[in-house]
């Protein structure tokens, strides 16, 4: 009922989720109880959607949101710095599962949550991969394909920000395939070419033309 609710209000405030204060008290409980916890969640929307999955080659698209607390910034506790270095909330980086035939939506196959610290550490860069922010590309997508344990070929979807060596080393298996945008011109084998240049020679494969809402 509670995720019907947020889909059709398009909310997650218990006021406008519940109709009656009984189930106001009843959705509060529920978010309070020691039991559900964030990781629960996202494993229980996993095991659905790999319930869907079987069978399907799946891609797997990635991507990071912030959300902003700042205008209630007075009642919440434990959280960090977003994008603009100043007001509070935290990151979220879901992994979503999309049929590759159909293009129809599956549902929620990962999903990394994290709080950003005030200050990156000094030696942020020789840091290993997993200590960085960046790992959520990783992560995320090894416990979405972990999930997934039926679907026989899945791509995983990154832009930009996920160019980065670890994905293309780690991700990579005999039913796991990435399509990440780049954004660095990486040497390609030991013959000096590079990327953008042999991307450049290449003959155009086709196109497909698409609606994208604003």
């Given amino acids: 009922m509670v995720l019907e ?14 109709d009656t204060r009984a189930e106001k008290v009843a959705f509060t409980r529920l978010f309070r109880n020691r039991h559900v916890s964030t990781q629960e969640i ?17 891609l797997i698209i990635e991507d990071s949101s912030e959300i902003n607390y700042e205008a209630k910034a007075s009642r919440k506790r434990g959280l960090g710095r977003v994008g603009n270095g100043t007001d509070i909330g935290l990151f979220v980086h879901p992994a979503l599962a999309v049929d590759a035939v159909d293009g129809s939506v599956l549902g929620l196959a990962g999903a990394t949550i994290w709080r950003r610290e005030a200050k990156k550490a000094d ?18 997508a090894k416990a979405a394909c972990q999930a997934l344990t039926d679907a026989p070929q899945m791509t995983v979807i990154g832009d930009r920000e996920a160019d980065i060596y670890e994905v293309f080393a780690r991700l990579p298996d005999e039913r796991t395939h990435v399509l990440i945008r780049a954004v660095r011109d990486r040497a390609l084998g030991t013959r000096g070419e590079r990327l953008f240049g042999a991307i450049a020679k290449t003959p ?6 698409f609606e994208l809402q604003a």
């Fill in 5 to 18: 609710r947020m889909f059709a209000r398009v909310s997650t405030g218990m006021r406008r989720l519940a």
């Fill in 42 to 58: 996202i494993r229980t929307a996993a095991a659905r959607t790999a319930e869907l999955a079987g069978g399907r080659h799946v």
């Fill in 123 to 140: 030696d942020y860069q020789a840091l290993p991969i997993e200590a960085k922010e960046s790992h959520k590309w990783i992560g995320t």
């Fill in 204 to 209: 155009e494969a086709g196109r497909i033309a």
